[in-house]
């Protein structure tokens, strides 16, 4: 059996570099900047790294930043952000042309964002919305229900529509 490098933790950790959408590449290759291990930001600069990286078309890094929220989070904010990286996955599997891979990833995304329900001590900084942090619910999980359709009716899905909004404007 293969040894594979371990981080101090003892979790399996592959060196490799990746391609954009989150594909290992050949050891010696050039990709793109992968997101740290231990990333712990706090929410806002979660979401403004998160959505940087959806603008450039890097959904698997976005993945990464909200996954890293989602496993360093408070335990009532976990199902939220665990809904943000599943989205974000689900993007990925679009543009790896995984259609099947993308609507499992988008329906849990769907289901989780409409289950989470904000607790009474975090940021409601944007009254607008029943989310914390300005999040864009009802935007997110009508996009999300767009991209599924179009999976389901066969309908080629543009890059440019890979890039939701995140928070409302």
Excluded at 105 to 115: F, G, I, Q, W
Excluded at 130 to 157: F, Q
């Amino acid at each position: 059996m293969v040894e594979r490098p371990r981080d101090e933790a003892g979790r399996a950790r592959n060196p490799r570099p990746r391609d954009r959408f989150g594909r290992p590449l050949p050891v010696g290759s050039v990709g793109v900047p992968r997101i740290p291990d231990d990333l712990n930001l706090p929410p806002q600069q979660t979401l403004s790294y998160a959505q940087q990286l959806l603008d450039d078309g890097l959904a698997f890094n976005a993945h990464e930043v909200l996954e890293a929220a989602w496993k360093n989070g408070p335990f009532a904010e976990r199902m939220l952000w665990q809904g943000l990286a599943q989205y974000a996955v689900g993007l990925t599997h679009i543009q790896r042309a995984n259609p099947k891979g993308a609507r499992t990833l988008l329906t849990r995304a769907v289901t989780r964002l409409r289950a989470y329900a904000a607790q009474p001590d975090t940021d409601q900084s944007n009254r607008n919305s029943d989310m914390p942090y300005g999040i864009d619910r009802p935007g997110l999980i009508a996009h999300a229900e767009a991209l599924l359709a179009a999976l389901d009716g066969g309908t080629a899905i543009p890059e440019d529509r890979l890039k939701p909004r995140l928070l409302i404007r």
